[in-house]
């Protein structure tokens, strides 16, 4: 099993970037994905997540309307559109698989500063 983020990197306030992340060894259409990321010093929070299907999303209130969940089950990956960041934005972001089981990728930096 194997998550594999990419797509992090320094950004200045107020541009974008989109995060992927691919999957492989297990059966990614039936697993919900989400994205989390962790601060410096902070506990790692949700930021996104969609079910197996896609249908349903949910995200954290700081990333309402700026951030957008999508996958691609043909391609078995996950992205995070990120618009609009702030420099509060800033933390490792893992990418995260869940059925019964639990998988996680190594994290993807992404840092906002001027």
């Given at each position: 099993v194997q998550l594999v983020e990419s797509g992090g990197g320094l950004v200045q306030p107020g541009g974008a970037l989109r995060l992927s992340c691919a999957a492989s060894g297990f059966t990614?259409?039936?697993?919900?994905?989400?994205?989390y990321r962790q601060a410096p010093g902070k506990e790692r929070e949700l930021v996104a997540h969609m079910t197996g299907t896609g249908i349903i999303t949910n995200y954290a209130d700081s990333v309402k309307?700026?951030?957008?969940?999508?996958?691609?089950?043909?391609k078995n990956t996950v992205y995070l559109q990120m618009n609009s960041l702030k420099p509060e934005?800033?933390?490792t972001y893992y990418c995260m698989a869940r059925l019964v089981d639990e998988y996680w990728g190594q994290g993807t930096q992404v840092t906002v500063s001027s």
């Amino acid at each position: 099993v194997q998550l594999v983020e990419s797509g992090g990197g320094l950004v200045q306030p107020g541009g974008a970037l989109r995060l992927s992340c691919a999957a492989s060894g297990f059966t990614f259409s039936v697993y919900d994905m989400s994205w989390y990321r962790q601060a410096p010093g902070k506990e790692r929070e949700l930021v996104a997540h969609m079910t197996g299907t896609g249908i349903i999303t949910n995200y954290a209130d700081s990333v309402k309307g700026r951030f957008t969940i999508s996958r691609d089950n043909a391609k078995n990956t996950v992205y995070l559109q990120m618009n609009s960041l702030k420099p509060e934005d800033t933390a490792t972001y893992y990418c995260m698989a869940r059925l019964v089981d639990e998988y996680w990728g190594q994290g993807t930096q992404v840092t906002v500063s001027s």
